[in-house]
């Protein structure tokens, strides 16, 4: 790639811009830093702009349960072709022949309760290196998958079947309420370029999923280790963002969070995050002693300043007496 070009600038926020060199500068150290993977960012001018284009990780902080539609738009659901069949979220012919969809999810049926055995959201199959964008998670149904065997099962294996819910990509899923509880830190990606604002994102990453939740109920954070924690305004551009701080996640990450349960963090005060409550009381101690300290130097100051005004006031009301 060339990375040579005007000095142009790019529009990276409101009223904020960065050249076009320097924006070429940290894209080639972006792209080294990902070299061989699906991660590197390429560019393009289109009529004198400089477009960035590309895969954007974002990782999961949510506190709360999402809701995942429980079918596309415009897909009428059809019965299985037989009672004894298992299939969740498969396409069906008019004939009841099956369908293969356009992509297909990595789709695991797991215990609720972990067992030593048990595969974890952190390590499944979300963590493990993808060829291209994260398949879109399919949606199964509330009646759907199910397996008609009659009364023959034990109450040890209803009670087991209770505890069953899906794992998808290394989410859970509740295929009863189609709730969707994505672990948290667990990642994702979209393909975005530099034009595209938060708010853009944002719709792009909850319809890739099929999110019913309106996009106004979230906003991307980015999350350094130090417990910094700046939110992305709508006059953002996130990939330009995410370029501008460097590529490596150990230090800076792009999270999905709710709007009203993250405040966001200054440099100045992450600082302070990390220390013990014992170092932090001796702060409190230092900064008490020197607000008294200051107190006591005004008090002072204005002491000295009262006494020469009522000196001079004293010297005023003799002079027409002396004379």
């Not at 509740?174 to 994702?188: D, E, I, M, R």
Request: proline share 6%; with cysteine.
């Amino acid at each position: 790639m060339d990375y040579g070009g005007c000095e142009d600038l790019v529009p990276c926020g409101k009223d904020k811009y960065i050249s076009k060199n320097e924006l070429l500068l940290h894209l080639k150290t972006y792209n080294i830093y990902y070299e061989g993977q699906n991660l590197q960012l390429r560019h393009r001018e289109e009529e004198g702009e400089l477009i960035v284009e590309g895969l954007l990780n974002i990782s999961w902080g949510l506190r709360r349960p999402i809701r995942l539609q429980m079918q596309d738009d415009n897909q009428r659901i059809r019965p299985p072709p037989s009672s004894s069949s298992w299939h969740s979220g498969c396409n069906l012919g008019a004939h009841g022949s099956v369908l293969k969809p356009s992509t297909l999810p990595d789709i695991q049926v797991t215990d609720a309760e972990p067992t030593p055995n048990a595969e974890s959201p952190g390590n499944g199959a979300a963590t493990k290196s993808q060829p291209e964008e994260t398949p879109q998670l399919m949606r199964t149904r509330s009646d759907v998958g199910v397996r008609r065997r009659g009364s023959s099962r034990t109450p040890s294996e209803q009670r087991r079947i209770r505890r069953h819910r899906f794992s998808i990509n290394g989410h859970f899923y509740n295929h009863k309420t189609s709730v969707f509880t994505p672990a948290y830190g667990s990642v994702t990606n979209v393909r975005i370029n530099s034009t595209m604002t938060t708010p853009q994102v944002l719709k792009l990453l909850l319809n890739k999923f099929k999110i019913e939740n309106s996009a106004e109920e979230f906003a991307l954070y980015i999350v350094h280790t130090s417990g910094e924690k700046q939110k992305l305004r709508a006059s953002d551009y996130p990939l330009i963002a995410r370029i501008l701080q460097g590529p490596c996640e150990q230090v800076s990450k792009v999270f999905l969070m709710e709007k009203d349960q993250v405040e966001e963090v200054t440099y100045d005060v992450a600082q302070y995050i990390k220390f013990e409550m014992p170092v932090l009381r001796s702060f409190i101690q230092k900064l008490e002693e020197e607000e008294d300290r200051e107190v006591k130097k005004l008090m002072r100051k204005y002491s000295i300043l009262r006494l020469m005004i009522e000196q001079r006031l004293e010297e005023i009301s003799e002079g027409p007496t002396a004379m």
